[in-house]
Nanobody, 126 residues
Framework: QVQLVESGGGLVQAGGSLRLSCAAS????????MAWFRQAPGKEREFVAG????????WYADSAKGRFTMSGENAKTVAALQMNSLKPEDTAVYYC???????????????????WGQGTQVTVSS
């Protein structure tokens, strides 16, 4: 089993920045894609950003373009999300996700991902 653990959430003022990290543990696996999703109270979980296995390609939701940057694996972190110019509407629980299957079309739906973290709260005050 693969476990994903997010960290880096917190409370920040509008216009500020946060960096989320995702670490993997458990059996060794090779993800074909990693992603960040978020879920605000009363809303569906939505795609935020994704990255391919090599880290050479990223894709973003319109709400994240120009403000958020997703990066890939290093020694300890399998995925990170740098969030700048945060807005109150970015307030949500942010989830790290991994896909263990090959893909042809960039995966952006919950069903496209096989492993999930428990989430980390991001709160942006106005």
């Amino acid at each position: 089993q693969v476990q994903l653990v997010e960290s880096g959430g917190g409370l920040v003022q509008a216009g500020g920045s946060l960096r989320l990290s995702c670490a993997a543990s458990g059996r060794t696996f090779s993800s074909y894609a990693m992603a960040w999703f978020r879920q605000a109270p009363g809303k569906e979980r939505e795609f935020v950003a994704g990255i391919n296995r090599s880290g050479s390609t990223t894709w973003y939701a319109d709400s994240a373009k120009g403000r958020f940057t997703m990066s890939g694996e290093n020694a300890k972190t399998v995925a990170a999300l740098q969030m700048n110019s945060l807005k109150p509407e970015d307030t949500a629980v942010y989830y790290c996700a991994a896909r263990g299957r090959f893909w042809y079309v960039r995966p952006v739906s919950r069903e496209d991902y096989d492993y999930w973290g428990q989430g980390t709260q991001v709160t942006v005050s106005s």
